[in-house]
C-alpha cells in the first residue's frame, strides 16, 4: 500500500513539474546540449504555421499621405507599371465595390510565375485563401492590367487536414518553358509538401498530382510530417536541352541542424520526384529560419541552393553567414568550390528571426523581444531569412543578396555580391556593395534581366505615421553588374495593423517575388490597396513590371521660323520615344522660347546612359528695312579738289540685331575725302537670318565759282 501511494506521489510530483515547466515562462537556452534537443528553438525556426490573420482596418488621411509622401510617386510609363491585383480584378466594377469591397484576406507572401512562352500569361499566389474546396490564384491573360481571382487550386488527393489549418501553408509557383505551370504547396499537421502542374491555372480539374492507390505522392522524401517553407522554380535538363525539370526545396525539421533538401523531378506530368539530396544544413545559437531557396542557370540546367547558418547572437542582433551550393548534375550530387555543404559568400549582421530575450509559453510567446528589435517595423517578424541569389541567364554570373547590419546605425542594410567563374571548375565571389542607403530594409528578392540588368525588390520601413508603421516597397536597377543602384519607389504605404505582441506576427509575411524574362521584371509586393481606391485599408497583392532595356530616340531636327516681330520663337517640339527608360527629360523642354539660330536640345532618361540630341532651329524671315541719310552738297574744301564730308548714318530697323555697312561708289574709305562730282554711299544692312535691304546716298561736291579758272 505505502509502495502503491508513493507511485502516485511521484506521479503527481512529476506532473506538477511538467505543467510548471510547460505553463512558467522561461528564457530560451542556446546551450550545446539544447540545441541537441528538440527545445522550443528548433520549432521556432519554422516558417510554417503562416500569419493569415485578416489585418484590415478604416482608412484614414494618413494613408493616402504615409510620412508626408505620396503613395505612389512613380510617374507610371508603358515601360512601367503598378496594379493592385484586387481592384485591378475582374470582380471588382469599382475600386470600391466587388472584389475591392469585400476582399478581407491579408494576401501575404506572394509568389509570382511569368510564362515564357506567353509574358501575358501571369499567376500571382498569396494567402488569399485556403482549402476548403480550392485554394484561390490570381490570373491575368494580359500581362497584368486585368486580373481574376479564381478558386481553382485543388485539394492534393488524400491530403487531410489543410482546410483545417489554414492551408496551404506555403505556395510557390513557376511557369516552365512548355506553358505548365508548376505548383508547390505545405499541408498542416502533419505538415509536407505537395507539387502539382497544369496546362490551365484557371481551371481546378486541369491539376495534375501524381496519384497512387489515392494517395497524393509527397514531394519530400525526408522530414515526413515535418517539412517547411518549399520553393520551387523550373529548369532546362543538364542532358536533354529541350525538356525541364522542376526544382522544390524544402526544410527538413525532423533532423538538427535542420536539413535543406532539393527534391527533383524529372521532365514528368504529373511531378514524379525521384531524387531528393542535401546541399547542407542550417542551425547556430540564433533562432533564425533557413531561409532556403534555389536559384537557376537556363544556360546549361545548373541549381544553385541558398541557406542561412547564424553563428552568434546577442541581445541586438543575431551574425549570420549566408551560404551558396551547387549541382550540376540535375540534383543529384551538391558541391561548389570543392565543398560537399558550399561556399560562404557573406556574412552580416541581421535581427532576423526571433530575439534572445523572448519569453515563451511553451512554444508560444508570451512576451516579445523588448523594443521589438526582432520585428521588422514592429509588426513583421522575419521568419523566412532575408537572403535571395538569381543567375545572369547569358554569362552565368551568379548575383547574392543578403541583409547586413549596420553596427553603427543599427539598420538592417541590404547588400549584394556577384559571383563569377574562377576558370576551375568554381565560383569567386567578388566584394559586397549596398543595394540600399542607411534605411532598414527587408524581403529582398532579386532577378536579372538578359540584358544584364540587376534588379532587387525589397520592403523598407519607415517609421511612424498616424499610429501606424509606414513601409516603402522598392526595386533597385543596376547597369553595371551590381555595383551601383538606381532606386525606384514602387509604393508607399501604411500597415493596417499595429503590433500585436505576438513575436511570430507577420503582416507582410516571409518573401515576395521578382522575376525577369527577357529584358523585363515582373514582381510582386503586398502593399495597402488604398493608394489604388480601396475604401479599406487591406493589404493586397501588388503587381508591377518594368522593361529595362532602356532605349530612346529623339524627333528630327526641328524648323521653325521666327515669331512676327521677334527674334525668337515658342517652340513645342515632338516627345522623345523611349523604351524602359522611366521619365525622359529634354532640355531645354519643348514649349520653351527659342532664339534665331540653332539650338541643342539633349535629351536623357532616369536610367542614363542612354542619351540623345536633336537641333532647334528657328529661322528669321523678317526683311530688315532701312532708310538712308539724306543727299549731300558740298563744295570743295579750301585749297582742294575734295571735301570732307559727315555723311550721317541711316535708320534701320529688324526684329533682331542689324549688321550695317556702307560702300562708296569710288570704293574708297568712307571718312575719305569725297572728291569733286557725284560719290553714291550705298548702305547696306544684314540680320542673323541673312535678309538685307539697302539705299543709296548721294554726296555731291562741288568747286566755288572763286576757284574756277578759265581760259
Known sequence: MKHTLSIVLAVIVIAILLAFDLFIPKRLDFSAAAQEEKVPEQYLRRDAPPDTTSYQRARIPEDMRPMGKSPQPMILTPSLFVRDVIVSNTASPSPTTGLAGTDTFGDSEPSIAVNPSNTNQISITAFSGNWGANTPIFNTTDGGSNWTKQQT????????????????CDQAVDYDRA????????????????????????????WNWNVSGGNTQRTNSTGVGNSDQPWILTNRDTVAAATDNIYVAYDNFNVNPVGMRVAVSLNSNPPNFTRDNSPGTSGGPAIINPGHRLAVDPRNGWVYSL?????????????????????????????????????????????QGIGPQTTFVGPNCAGAQPNNLFKFGTVNALLGGVDHAAVDP????????????????????????RLTDNGGGGLTVGAANFVTGQVQAALPSVAVTSNGDVGVLYTQYDGVSGGFPSFSAHIAISEDHGVTF??????????????????????????????????????????????????????????????TNCTIACPSNVVQAAAPGACNAVVNYPAATATS?????????????????????NCSTQNTPPSCSFTVTVTDNQSPSITCPAGIAKYTDSGQFSAVVNPGVPITQDNCGLITTAVRSDLKPLNAPFPVGITVITWTTKDPGNNTASCGQPIVVMVPSSQRKFP
Open 394 to 417: 547569358t554569362n552565368g554570373d551568379v548575383y547574392y543578396v543578403y541583409g547586413d547590419r549596420d553596427n553603427g546605425t543599427g539598420n538592417n542594410r541590404l547588400s549584394i555580391r
Open 581 to 601: 527608360c522611366g521619365v525622359i527629360t529634354c532640355l531645354p523642354a519643348s514649349g520653351s522660347t527659342f532664339p534665331v539660330g540653332t539650338t541643342t536640345v
Open 179 to 206: 506553358n505548365l505551370l508548376a505548383g508547390t504547396f505545405l499541408s498542416f499537421n502533419p505538415t509536407d509538401v505537395y507539387t502539382g502542374l497544369t496546362s490551365n491555372p484557371g481551371s481546378s480539374a486541369a
Open 486 to 547: 538606381t532606386d525606384f519607389v514602387l509604393e508607399n504605404f501604411l500597415s493596417p495593423s499595429t503590433d500585436n505582441g505576438n513575436c511570430r506576427q507577420r503582416v507582410l509575411g516571409d518573401y515576395q517575388q521578382l522575376k525577369a524574362v527577357g529584358n523585363t521584371f515582373y514582381g510582386v509586393f503586398t502593399g495597402n490597396g488604398v493608394p489604388f481606391g480601396r475604401s479599406t485599408s487591406n493589404l493586397d497583392p501588388i503587381f508591377f513590371k518594368i522593361q
Open 153 to 168: 487550386i485543388p485539394q492534393p488527393p488524400s491530403v487531410g487536414n489543410n482546410g483545417s489549418g489554414g492551408c496551404p
Open 307 to 351: 541557406f542561412q547558418n547564424s553563428t552568434a547572437v546577442d541581445n541586438a542582433k543575431a551574425t549570420v553567414n549566408y551560404q551558396l551550393n551547387r549541382s550540376i548534375d540535375g540534383g543529384q550530387t551538391w558541391t561548389l568550390n570543392g565543398s560537399g555543404t558550399g561556399i560562404v559568400v557573406g556574412s552580416g549582421g541581421s535581427t
